[in-house]
T-cell receptor
Framework: AQSVTQPDIHITVSEGASLELRCNYSYGATPYLFWYVQSPGQGLQLLLKYFSGDTLVQGIKGFEAEFKRSQSSFNLRKPSVHWSDAAEYFCAVGSYNQGGKLIFGQGTELSVKP | GAVVSQHPSWVICKSGTSVKIECRSLDFQATTMFWYRQFPKQSLMLMATSNEGSKATYEQGVEKDKFLINHASLTLSTLTVTSAHPEDSSFYIC?????????????FGPGTRLTVT
C-alpha cells in the first residue's frame, strides 16, 4: 500500500538549534517527493521537491532534504531554526503514473522556543 | 506566478443549505485541480480530482452527490457542499496541477473554512 509516515507528531526546538523532520514512504512507482509548510489557517507552501538527480535538494527558507532510496526516506533539515519557522510540515509523495496525485503524511507540528 | 485563490476564505451556513467554494488559477491554466479536506490537526485528505470539461473523479468513500465538483473552465473549479450538516464543517483546500517539464507539481489555494451550524 502507498503511504507516507511522519513519525513525529510534534517537535520543539530552541531558536538557533538545528532541525530534522523525518519522513518515510512506501510507494510502488518512482516517486516525486515534496515537503510543504502550512501556517495556521493557511494553505500549503512548497519548501522543496525531489524527482531525480542529486539526492540532496535545497529549498526555500534555508531548508534542505535528502532522498535515501535504500531507507525510503526524505528527511527535512535546517541548520538553524528561526521563530518564524513554527508551523505544520507535511511530507508528500506522488508520481507521474498517478497523474501527480499526492499522498500526504500526517504532519509534524514544529514549535520554536526562544 | 502560479497563484491559486479560493473564495470565500470563510463561510458559515445553516444545516441543510448548500454552499459553493470557488478555486481559481490566477495566472495560469489548469486542466486538473484537486480538492482536499483537512480536519483540525490532521493531514490533507484528497476528495476528488477535477478535470476541465469532464466529470470529476472521486476518491473512495467520498459522496459525489454531496460534494459536487464542476470544472467549467481552465481557470475555475467549484466545489458545492449540498445539504450541509455539521459534520461537513472542515477546512477545504484546492490545488492546481502543473507540468514543469519533468514532473507534476501542485499549487495550493489558501483554503476555505466551512462551519455548518
Amino acid at each position: 500500500a502507498q503511504s507516507v509516515t511522519q513519525p513525529d507528531i510534534h517537535i520543539t526546538v530552541s531558536e538557533g538549534a538545528s532541525l530534522e523532520l523525518r519522513c518515510n514512504y512506501s510507494y510502488g512507482a518512482t516517486p516525486y517527493l515534496f515537503w510543504y509548510v502550512q501556517s495556521p489557517g493557511q494553505g500549503l507552501q512548497l519548501l522543496l521537491k525531489y524527482f531525480s538527480g542529486d539526492t540532496l535538494v535545497q529549498g526555500i527558507k534555508g531548508f534542505e532534504a535528502e532522498f535515501k532510496r535504500s531507507q525510503s526516506s526524505f528527511n527535512l533539515r535546517k541548520p538553524s531554526v528561526h521563530w518564524s519557522d513554527a508551523a505544520e510540515y507535511f511530507c508528500a509523495v506522488g508520481s507521474y503514473n498517478q497523474g501527480g496525485k499526492l499522498i500526504f503524511g500526517q504532519g509534524t507540528e514544529l514549535s520554536v522556543k526562544p | 506566478g502560479a497563484v491559486v485563490s479560493q473564495h470565500p476564505s470563510w463561510v458559515i451556513c445553516k444545516s441543510g443549505t448548500s454552499v459553493k467554494i470557488e478555486c481559481r488559477s490566477l495566472d495560469f491554466q489548469a486542466t486538473t485541480m484537486f480538492w482536499y479536506r483537512q480536519f483540525p490537526k490532521q493531514s490533507l485528505m484528497l476528495m476528488a480530482t477535477s478535470n476541465e470539461g469532464s466529470k470529476a473523479t472521486y476518491e473512495q468513500g467520498v459522496e459525489k452527490d454531496k460534494f459536487l465538483i464542476n470544472h467549467a473552465s481552465l481557470t475555475l473549479s467549484t466545489l458545492t457542499v449540498t445539504s450541509a450538516h455539521p459534520e461537513d464543517s472542515s477546512f477545504y483546500i484546492c490545488s492546481a496541477r502543473v507540468w514543469t517539464g519533468n514532473s507534476y507539481e501542485q499549487y495550493f489555494g489558501p483554503g476555505t473554512r466551512l462551519t455548518v451550524t
